[in-house]
C-alpha cells in the first residue's frame, strides 16, 4: 500500500501526521496551563491538593504528547530535527529542563521530608506551566520566521549566532505565538477543571479566570494571525527558493480543505468558550479540545504544503528546510507509515484510560482519603 506511493506523497503523509501530533500537545497543554492557576484557584491547601490530583492524573499523556511529536520529526524529517534542536539549543534545552522538573514535582512534592519543600515543587509547576509553554509557542513560531542556520551540501548544519536560538524572541511574531499558546492552554485548563472537578469555590474562581484568559488569548491570537496573513513566506521551485508576500494566508485560501479546517477549529474553540461562559456547560472542554487540534493542525499544514519552506534560514536562503530535502529515505517513510497505522489503536487506549479515570468527579473528600496522593 504505502511502498506504492512516491516518496513526496509519503513526506506530504508525515508532515500532516507531524502537525495533527502537534495538535494533540496543543490540547494536552491544558496540563501546564492548570499548573500556572494552581495560586489563583487554590486557596487553601486542600484546594491545591484537589486541582494537583486532577492534573496528576493526566500530566504524562501531555509529555507523552510531546515526545510523540518530537519523535515523529526526528524519525520522518531528521535534517529538520538536527538543525532546530541542535542549533537552537539553548531554547530548547531550557523546554527540557521545564518538562524534567514537571515530573521531578507531580513526584516530591508530596513525599515525606523532601529537602526543597512543597512551595518549591508548586513553583517548579508553575515554571513548566508558564516559561516551557511559552518557549515551545516561540520555536514553533520559527517555522514561519525561520532560524540562523546555514547547512552544507552535506548536510551538515551549523548555527551562525552565538545565541543559538534566544534570538527567536527578538521577533514580535514569535513572541504573540508564544503567548497566544500560553493562554491558551489556561483556557483548556479552566474548563477541563469544570468538566473534572466537583469543588464550588475551585469551579466559581476557574469561571472568573476564564474570562480573563479568554479575552488574552483572543486578542494575541488576533494579532498573531494579523502578523502571520500579513507576512511574505518562503517557496520553493526546482530552481530554488524565493519570497512571497502573504504566503500563508494565500495557502489556506487556495486550499479549500484547509479553510475549511481552519475556520471549523476556530469555531469550535470559540463555541467552548461561550458555552462555559453563558451556559454553565460542563463539556465545554471537548468543544475547545477538538477545535484546538483541528486549529493548530492547519496552521502547521499550512508550512509543509503548497511548495512551502518548513524552516527557513535567515542567514543563507538557499539553507533553507522543505519536506522535501529535510526527510528521511523512500524505505524509512514507508516502514514509518505502517507503524503509523498503530496511532488509532493507541487514541482508542488512552480514551479508555481517560474515561475510567473520569467517571466521577474528583472531590476534596476523596483526595484527602488518599494518602499517596501527588
Request: hydrophobic share 50%; charged share 10%; proline share 2%.
Amino acid at each position: 500500500m504505502f511502498e506504492d506511493l512516491e516518496l513526496l506523497r509519503l513526506q506530504q503523509y508525515w508532515w500532516f501526521i507531524v502537525s495533527l501530533l502537534g495538535g494533540f500537545f496543543a490540547f494536552m497543554m491544558f496540563i501546564q496551563g492548570g499548573q500556572t492557576l494552581l495560586g489563583r484557584l487554590g486557596k487553601t491547601e486542600e484546594e491545591k491538593n484537589v486541582i494537583i490530583a486532577s492534573l496528576g492524573r493526566k500530566w504524562e499523556l501531555s509529555f507523552t504528547s510531546l515526545v510523540m511529536f518530537g519523535g515523529a520529526l526526528f524519525a520522518a524529517f531528521p535534517l529538520f530535527y538536527a538543525v532546530s534542536f541542535g542549533g537552537a539549543y539553548y531554547v530548547w534545552m531550557a523546554i527540557l529542563f521545564c518538562f524534567i522538573i514537571q515530573a521531578i514535582s507531580y513526584e516530591y512534592r508530596k513525599k515525606p521530608n523532601n529537602f526543597l519543600g512543597q512551595r518549591t515543587y508548586e513553583v517548579f509547576l508553575y515554571i513548566n506551566g508558564s516559561l516551557g509553554i511559552f518557549l515551545i509557542g516561540v520555536a514553533l513560531a520559527t517555522l514561519y520566521t525561520g532560524g540562523n542556520f546555514i547547512k552544507n551540501e552535506m548536510n551538515f548544519s551549523s548555527w551562525t549566532t552565538e545565541t543559538y536560538g534566544l534570538e527567536a524572541l527578538l521577533n514580535p511574531f514569535n513572541l504573540s505565538f508564544g503567548l497566544v499558546v500560553f493562554f491558551l492552554a489556561r483556557v483548556g485548563a479552566s474548563l477541563y477543571f469544570m468538566n473534572n472537578l466537583d469543588h464550588e469555590n475551585i469551579l466559581k474562581r476557574a469561571r472568573v479566570q476564564l474570562k480573563t484568559d479568554a479575552l488574552l488569548f483572543l486578542a494575541f491570537f488576533l494579532l498573531m494571525l494579523a502578523m502571520l496573513f500579513l507576512m511574505s513566506g518562503l517557496a520553493y521551485n526546482s530552481e530554488g527558493f524565493f519570497m512571497v508576500e502573504h504566503k500563508f494566508f494565500f495557502n489556506l485560501i487556495e486550499t479549500p480543505l484547509l479553510l475549511i479546517s481552519f475556520i471549523m477549529g476556530v469555531g469550535l474553540v470559540l463555541y467552548g468558550i461561550y458555552t462555559a461562559l453563558f451556559k454553565a456547560s460542563t463539556n465545554a472542554v471537548w468543544f475547545n479540545g477538538i477545535g484546538t487540534i483541528i486549529t493548530v493542525t492547519t496552521l502547521l499544514s499550512l508550512i509543509g504544503f503548497n511548495q512551502t519552506s518548513i524552516y527557513p534560514s535567515l542567514s543563507d536562503i538557499d539553507s533553507s528546510l522543505t519536506i522535501v530535502n529535510s526527510s528521511g529515505s523512500h524505505y524509512t517513510l514507508v516502514a514509518m507509515s505502517y507503524v503509523s497505522l498503530m496511532v488509532p489503536f493507541i487514541l482508542g487506549y488512552i480514551f479508555v484510560v481517560w474515561k475510567s479515570m473520569d467517571q466521577t468527579k474528583i472531590t476534596s473528600q476523596e483526595i484527602e482519603a488518599d494518602a499517596h496522593h501527588y
